[in-house]
């Protein structure tokens, strides 16, 4: 016995019934109102709605105790508090760059920002870990490195000009000679 006729669109095995009707036949009567009707199969119930599953706790590791209230949980440590003097350290140095421009005025702090994130950095290490910080000692000590190497720069450069000015009066005059006379005759 198959399953069904090997060609959907030929004619059906002569011992399995119809499923539909043919064309020009009369379709079977229906029983009357209120007889039981035969279901060719069982309908299912609509499913039920979802509903929430009794409170289970979750799965948590054995050997940890729970923190008290108010306390940061075993895996996060509170950070220890940031030195004073990283946060100036970098402050200073930020604006010894920063005003660097107006002039060369913000150099002058530039060493300061050098000495600041060097004694932090020191008391950082000496702390043992009971105080933080030293991101902001390093950008301080690294910023004042940079600015007080352009503040000695700067100072070469006004000593030189300040010698040449010296030694040859003439050499900043508006006629561009550099010999001081400011005449052109020869």
Known sequence: MTT????????????VPP????????P????????P?????QEQPYPQPYQQQ????????????????GQPPYPYAAAPPNDGLALG??????????????????????????V????????IKRSDGQLGGR???????????????????AIIAVVVIVVVAINNPGAFDDTGTGTGSGSLSG
């Not at 069904?4 to 011992?15: I, T």
């Not at 009707?37 to 199969?41: E, K, L, R, V």
């Open 4 to 15: 069904g006729p090997e060609n959907p669109y030929g004619a059906p095995d002569p011992g």
């Open 89 to 114: 350290a970098m402050i200073t140095g930020i604006a010894s760059i920063v005003l660097s421009c107006a002039y060369g005025v913000g150099l002058l702090a530039a060493p300061v920002a050098l």
């Open 54 to 69: 009794p409170y289970q706790q979750p799965y948590q590791q054995q050997g940890y105790p729970q923190p008290a209230y």
């Open 19 to 26: 499923t539909h009707q043919p064309y020009g036949e009369t």
């Open 135 to 153: 991101g902001f000692a390093l950008t301080g000590f690294i910023l004042g490195i940079i600015g007080t190497i352009l503040l000695v720069l």
């Open 116 to 123: 600041l994130g060097r004694v932090s950095m020191n008391r």
């Open 37 to 41: 009707q035969h279901q060719p199969y």
């Open 28 to 35: 079977p009567t229906p029983p009357p109102y209120g007889a």
